[in-house]
């Protein structure tokens, strides 16, 4: 639901200061990135997922997205617009490395506003 005293400016610079926390995700918080000091130094090993638990991520994604997808066939333009968005600003930008998964990533995205077309009402 929309806020009805919204002030733009703000808006763009919350997006932003949330967007911005994507480039440092190992640790990034309100606060921004997390210094060497405040990480635990003991590395912790990650076990291998089982393909049981594989399988159990990839069902929970497939859910997810379909429920993006019902969502965002009920969003206005500009939450679309803004969606577009987003996935422009993963993109990588001038000067910074292309990452295969963050290019794949930012094309899922534009992905899912553009099948949510499919379930739009056509008067909107």
Do not use: C, K
């Not at 991520?57 to 965002?72: K, P, T």
């Amino acid at each position: 639901m929309p806020r009805e005293s919204s002030d733009a400016s703000s808006d763009w610079s919350h997006r932003q200061s949330a967007l911005s926390r994507w480039d440092n995700e190992g640790g990034a918080g309100p606060e921004g990135p997390a210094t060497d000091s405040a990480l635990d130094t003991r590395r912790m090993t990650v076990p291998e997922l089982t393909n049981a638990e594989l399988v159990t991520l990839r069902i929970r994604v497939i859910a997810l997205e379909n429920l993006m997808i019902s969502l965002l066939a009920t969003a206005s333009n500009d939450q679309l617009r803004l969606a577009r968005e987003m996935a422009d600003y993963i993109s990588p930008r001038p000067g910074f490395t292309q990452h295969p998964l963050t290019i794949h990533a930012a094309a899922h995205m534009v992905d899912l506003v553009e099948r949510a077309h499919h379930f739009r009402d056509p008067e909107s």
